[in-house]
């Protein structure tokens, strides 16, 4: 079956410090990934995305990760700060499906402490 | 300037009512959606039309019907509502393939 999975449900850390909110997918065929962050009461916001040909990303403070091999993705987040405090979402889109269907993962609360 | 809007931001309603929720892109959009998210966060796609036409029509019951009067709007019509269909929804919106924006969501209570 089809499943997108978070390791930890809730990461808590300091502030300044690095986070890591990792993700496991099953579908090998699967060629694009999001991460998303919904804060309390709001929409899904996008953060970043990767391709499958791309094992590596960077934005502003956040970097993803890709490794195909294991079928693992992670996002990590520099210096986090409290506006960091949110639910994470990675999502895929498999290769076999010609839509634009995404399959979104669980979820993880990172929490940010002073 | 939202990009993605939706309305009502809350609704509460008595089982077996008949409820709509809208949505509103103003993005240029050519393909909208529906999601469904439960009270433990997990987020599943319900619809998808691109152009006013259904591209994606998840397992849901036919009680839910998508509107879409044109392609910057795409409502959501619920029949005789049930105690599970108490959740949030969302709509999103989306011009390149996967990168999706979404609303700030409905919260749908059926007592």
């Known amino acids: 079956g089809e499943s997108v999975g978070l390791h930890l449900p809730t990461l808590s850390v300091q502030e300044g410090d690095n986070s890591i909110i990792n993700c496991a997918y099953s579908?090998?065929?699967?060629?694009?990934f999001i991460w998303y962050k919904q804060e309390s009461g709001k929409g899904p916001q996008f953060i970043i995305d990767?391709?499958?040909?791309?094992d590596k990303r960077q934005g502003q403070r956040v970097t993803v990760l890709l490794n195909k091999t294991v079928k693992h993705l992670s996002l990590q987040i520099a210096a986090t700060q409290p506006g960091d405090s949110a639910v994470y979402f990675c999502a895929e889109t498999p290769r076999s499906y010609n839509t634009d269907k995404l399959i979104f993962g669980t979820g993880t609360r990172l929490q940010v402490f002073p | 300037d939202t990009a993605v809007s939706q309305t009502p931001k809350y609704l509460v309603t008595q089982m077996g009512n008949d409820k709509s929720i809208k949505c509103e892109q103003n993005l240029g959009h050519d393909t909208m959606y529906w999601y469904k998210q439960d009270s433990k966060k997990f987020l599943k796609i319900m619809f998808s039309y691109n152009n006013k036409e259904l591209i994606i029509n998840e397992t849901v019951p036919n009680r839910f019907s998508p509107k879409s009067p044109d392609k910057a709007h795409l409502n959501l019509h619920i029949n005789s509502l049930e105690l599970g269909d108490s959740a949030v929804y969302f709509c999103?919106?989306?011009?390149?393939?996967?990168?999706?924006?979404f609303g700030p969501g409905t919260r749908l209570t059926v007592l």
């Open positions: 579908n090998s065929a699967s060629d694009y």
């Open positions: 999103a919106s989306s011009q390149e393939l996967y990168t999706q924006y």
């Open positions: 990767i391709r499958s040909n791309m």
